[in-house]
């Protein structure tokens, strides 16, 4: 008589068997969670920053014959102060100084143009004035010191104002930059000159008052606490939650970007006026206009999602008669991360500077060597 166990017994004996390995599994899998919970509560991890404070930034005046509004920097010292130092950049308590003259400019007080002196205007927002990074690291200062390194007696006047868009830099460059006297005028151009301006003039008392901006962005990227569920005591919850938010973050960044550049939005059909009205200013007095165009820190390769804006700001510059740099290809395929000057602050840091102002002063060899006629 056969003592081969039935189909039947063959299927109790798998289930006996499987059990205990499933069990084990499990328990294996509940104690790598709870070691790594363990090791995240140790480590302070993940960590929730806060964004950066600051003091007073802008000043308003009326300049010009016209009296025209108009606001530019807080003359005096405005300084930053951020929650942590990954990059080791800030001082000793987080912070970062930014110096701007009486006149509300970055840096010491324009002085009347020397004679043999290569000026240049710098006009743009605050990727211009240099939000974030110290005074001598902004690419106005770097392009100088490397025109300087090849001879040239350089002059950076930088005329960067946080908000400004591409119309505001325009209205700078006719009420003060082209009264300084430039040989070359450089304008920092970045997706979000296509919003409105910054600030508005209430119609009711007269006195500006500061547009809320990227409102459903969520503060320009900055980082919100968890919620309040009993899940998120957990520290993997709040980590899943942080990797959740960030992409929907991103998303939201990336639709709005696109709103704003839709060649029939008419903060984009504005910006392009005022571009090319820039570019026309600058060619009847004989000023070479240079434009730097500024990539959005996010997905730098072949998936970077406004390649279509680059290039049609681009052919809109060279058709204008000025001279173009793309920022985005000296930038390609490098992590955006080590690219900003905090995890709360998505603005360039002194790497970024860098490369623009070894980009600019290459540039403007060119231009200087072979001046059009």
Known sequence: MSTNPTPASKRTTGRKRLLPRLALSAGTFILALGLIEIAMRMLGLPRVLEPHSENARFAFAEVGQARESFYANQPGRITF??????????????????????????GPAFQPKAAGTLRMVFLGDSFTFGEGVRNEHTYAEVTARLLRTKGKQADPCNLGVGGYNTTQSLQAANLIGF????????????????????????????????????????????????????????????????????????????????????????????????????????????????????????????DYPFLDTHQRIGSLVADAGGTFIDLLPALKDKQAASLIVHPTDQHPNERVHGIVGGLLADEIMKITAHPAR
């Not at 990954?86 to 509300?104: I, K």
């Not at 990227?221 to 929907?248: D, F, M, S, V």
């Open 179 to 302: 009264g300084l006297e430039p040989d070359i005028v450089i304008l920092g151009y970045t997706l979000n000159d296509a919003e409105p301006p910054l600030f508005e003039i209430d119609k009711a008392t007269g006195r500006p008052v500061r547009r809320p901006r990227e409102t459903f962005i969520e503060a320009e990227a900055a980082p919100k606490k968890p919620p309040t569920a009993g899940i998120y005591r957990l520290r993997l919850a709040r980590a899943a939650w942080q990797i959740a938010r960030q992409r929907e973050l991103s998303r939201q960044t990336i639709d709005y970007y696109r709103s704003i550049n839709d060649p029939e939005n008419k903060g984009c059909i504005e910006s392009e006026r005022a571009l090319r009205e820039l570019i026309t200013e600058c060619k009847k007095r004989d000023i070479p206009c240079v434009v730097v165009m500024f990539p959005l820190l996010y997905e730098l390769s072949e």
């Open 81 to 106: 102060r951020y929650d942590g130092n990954p990059r080791g950049y800030f001082d000793e308590r987080n912070e970062v100084h930014h110096d701007v003259s009486p006149t509300g400019f970055r």
